[in-house]
């Protein structure tokens, strides 16, 4: 087989998907099949029952990934995004998790996360530039 290397600057999803399914492939083999199940917590407005923010993520690997996090401006302060992290949590637990990763920036919520019992496991420096974007883990213990 002869390969050549060319650069798009629109890739299309068929392309994508040519890329990532070898990739799935190979992670598949070595981890055995799984296939990453989406959830969300919606935050819907009580009147016009849109959705307004809430938490949307995946579990893969048995580890939830929180991709989304988003509070109201006018419910933040209240409750509502520990709340949320409280939902999210007892979700994993129940579909037997390890734990919940997370990513943020230094001009969102890291010490939110924190407060939430998260640690931190790695940041990148200046990304966007002047600014920190973080990596954040909560390993779950098992119920008492």
């Given at each position: 087989m002869t390969l050549r290397i060319e650069r798009t600057d629109a890739p299309t999803d068929e392309e994508?998907?040519?890329?990532?399914?070898p990739l799935r492939a190979y992670n598949s083999a070595q981890t055995g099949?799984?296939?990453p199940e989406l959830v969300a917590l919606l935050i819907r407005d009580e009147h016009s029952t849109e959705v307004v923010g809430?938490?949307?993520?995946?579990?893969?690997?048995r580890w939830l990934y929180i991709e989304l996090l988003v509070v109201p401006e006018?419910?933040?302060?209240?409750?509502?995004?520990?709340?949320?992290m409280q939902m999210a949590?007892?979700?994993?637990?129940?579909?037997?998790?390890?734990?919940?990763?997370l990513d943020t920036f230094?001009?969102?919520?890291?010490?939110?996360?924190?407060?939430?019992g998260?640690?931190?496991?790695?940041?990148?420096?200046?990304?966007?530039p002047g600014h920190q974007h973080f990596f954040f883990q909560k390993r779950l213990k098992a119920a008492d």
């Open positions: 994508r998907q040519a890329i990532l399914a099949a799984t296939v809430g938490l949307y993520g995946r579990i893969f690997f006018q419910a933040r302060g209240q409750g509502t995004g520990s709340t949320l949590e007892d979700l994993a637990r129940e579909k037997n998790c390890v734990g919940i990763f230094d001009f969102q919520a890291p010490a939110f996360y924190r407060k939430q998260f640690t931190e496991v790695g940041h990148i420096d200046d990304y966007p």
